[in-house]
């Protein structure tokens, strides 16, 4: 401010020191932006960094690509090996994607064992199953925790504009597709977005809407297939199939709501009411004086995520009255070839110990 001083003017000013203030608004501005595990991008700044790069490219060409990727059974590294496991399969796995990326990209965390690759480069799609080849392969090879060999694989969706989608938020859903079709495919590969995903989605959501008014209307039941021994010819026992009691279109195969075993609540649902049925029907052979040989269930793979799968099963046995001899378990081989294949192992060998009949289905897929 100018004030008169001996017949001149001089200026009078205050100096404050705000390093303090804007180190500040920086670290508050970094913890709204980063994730504090790993040090990435979080979702809101991936957010705004994707919305920037559809304006560049809406207004100078090029292309923009998102790689979506979801760590596989990293939930089993948590509940066999601890959190502290989990942590350090996350901090690896963002140190190994950051350093697969090249300049014109970012990878962010968006929450739990999910993460996202943004790149600018210019690629068509051919380029873009290069690129998630090399952000799989940085992943793959395992680290030590504790002694424990642990692997970072994972599944990749793969979705381009403007080739997919030209928004945002449709892009993200094409990359996500993408990466549900990989983790139904078997994990730990890179699958491209295609628009008859979505209508596949739509199929799912409907199928897994129907079959959970089944669950509540008692309409899943068992047909019994039986089991012939080639050495008499006589019956040994039955395998219990699913079958959906619909009121327009009668009995439906499981293969034709196969899709509804990929939700985990619905699948564990089928399983617990086709379980329910089968000691049912045990129980009421059993007083009429017939010998039905060993009936086996067909459990679905998540359900062995379950510690208490062995406790609860026989107990259901148990109230029923039916012996563990006349009741079996059949999986598929691929329960045994997860991250969780230890877990599986635990429950069929209890469930064994305890007299019911283990056997493998499909075996060789």
């Given at each position: 401010?100018?004030?008169?001083?001996?017949?001149?003017?001089?200026?009078?000013?205050?100096?404050?020191?705000?390093?303090?203030?804007?180190?500040?608004?920086?670290?508050?501005?970094?913890?709204?932006?980063?994730?504090?595990?790993?040090?990435?991008?979080?979702?809101?700044?991936?957010?705004?960094?994707?919305?920037?790069?559809?304006?560049v490219?809406?207004?100078?060409?090029?292309?923009?690509?998102?790689?979506?990727?979801?760590?596989?059974?990293?939930?089993?590294?948590?509940?066999?090996?601890?959190?502290?496991?989990?942590?350090?399969?996350?901090?690896?796995?963002?140190?190994?994607?950051?350093?697969?990326?090249?300049?014109?990209?970012?990878?962010?965390?968006?929450?739990?064992d999910?993460?996202?690759?943004?790149?600018?480069?210019?690629?068509?799609?051919?380029?873009?199953?290069?690129?998630?080849?090399?952000?799989?392969?940085?992943?793959?090879?395992?680290?030590?925790?504790?002694?424990?060999?642990?692997?970072?694989?994972a599944?990749?969706?793969?979705?381009?504009?403007?080739?997919?989608?030209?928004?945002?938020?449709?892009?993200?859903?094409?990359?996500?597709?993408?990466?549900?079709?990989?983790?139904?495919?078997?994990?730990?590969?890179?699958?491209?977005?295609?628009?008859?995903?979505?209508?596949?989605?739509?199929?799912?959501?409907?199928?897994?809407?129907?079959?959970?008014?089944?669950l509540?209307?008692?309409?899943?039941?068992?047909?019994?297939?039986?089991?012939?021994?080639?050495?008499?010819?006589?019956?040994?026992?039955?395998?219990?199939?699913?079958?959906?009691?619909?009121?327009?279109?009668?009995?439906?195969?499981?293969?034709?709501?196969?899709?509804?075993?990929?939700?985990?609540?619905?699948?564990?649902?089928?399983?617990?009411a086709?379980?329910?049925?089968?000691?049912?029907?045990?129980?009421?052979?059993?007083?009429?004086?017939?010998?039905?040989g060993?009936?086996?269930?067909?459990?679905s793979?998540?359900?062995?995520r379950?510690?208490e799968?062995p406790?609860?099963?026989?107990?259901?046995?148990?109230?029923?009255?039916?012996?563990?001899?006349?009741?079996?378990?059949?999986?598929?081989?691929?329960?045994?070839?997860?991250?969780?294949?230890?877990?599986?192992?635990?429950?069929?060998?209890?469930?064994?110990?305890?007299?019911?009949?283990v056997?493998?289905?499909?075996?060789?897929?």
């Open positions: 401010t100018g004030v008169p001083i001996d017949g001149g003017l001089a200026v009078v000013a205050g100096i404050v020191d705000i390093t303090d203030r804007k180190a500040a608004e920086a670290r508050t501005r970094r913890q709204a932006t980063h994730d504090a595990l790993t040090g990435l991008p979080n979702r809101l700044l991936f957010q705004e960094r994707l919305q920037q790069a559809l304006d490219m809406a207004e100078a060409g090029g292309t923009v690509g998102l790689f979506l990727i979801d760590l596989d059974d990293f939930k089993s590294v948590n509940d066999t090996l601890g959190h502290d496991a989990g942590d350090e399969l996350l901090f690896q796995a963002a140190a190994r994607l950051a350093g697969a990326i090249g300049p014109a990209d970012m990878v962010a965390r968006l929450g739990g999910e993460f996202v690759v943004l790149s600018q480069e210019v690629f068509d799609i051919a380029g873009a199953r290069l690129k998630a080849a090399i952000l799989l392969d940085a992943l793959r090879e395992p680290f030590e925790h504790a002694g424990q060999m642990i692997s970072a694989r599944s990749l969706g793969i979705a381009l504009a403007p080739e997919h989608d030209l928004d945002g938020g449709e892009l993200m859903k094409d990359a996500d597709l993408a990466l549900y079709r990989a983790k139904a495919r078997g994990r730990n590969i890179a699958v491209v977005y295609e628009p008859s995903m979505r209508a596949a989605m739509i199929r799912r959501v409907a199928i897994c809407r129907d079959l959970a008014e089944a509540r209307e008692d309409r899943i039941l068992p047909f019994y297939q039986p089991q012939v021994s080639l050495a008499d010819g006589k019956v040994a026992g039955f395998e219990a199939l699913a079958r959906w009691r619909h009121p327009e279109r009668g009995i439906i195969p499981a293969a034709a709501f196969q899709e509804g075993f990929q939700d985990v609540e619905i699948a564990a649902g089928i399983g617990d086709i379980v329910r049925a089968v000691l049912r029907d045990l129980r009421q052979w059993l007083d009429a004086g017939l010998e039905p060993v009936v086996s269930v067909n459990l793979a998540g359900i062995f379950d510690p799968l406790e609860r099963l026989l107990g259901k046995l148990a109230a029923a009255g039916v012996p563990a001899r006349c009741f079996g378990i059949e999986v598929t081989e691929s329960v045994l070839l997860t991250r969780s294949a230890g877990e599986a192992e635990r429950t069929l060998q209890a469930l064994r110990a305890a007299g019911l009949h056997s493998l289905d499909d075996f060789g897929t």
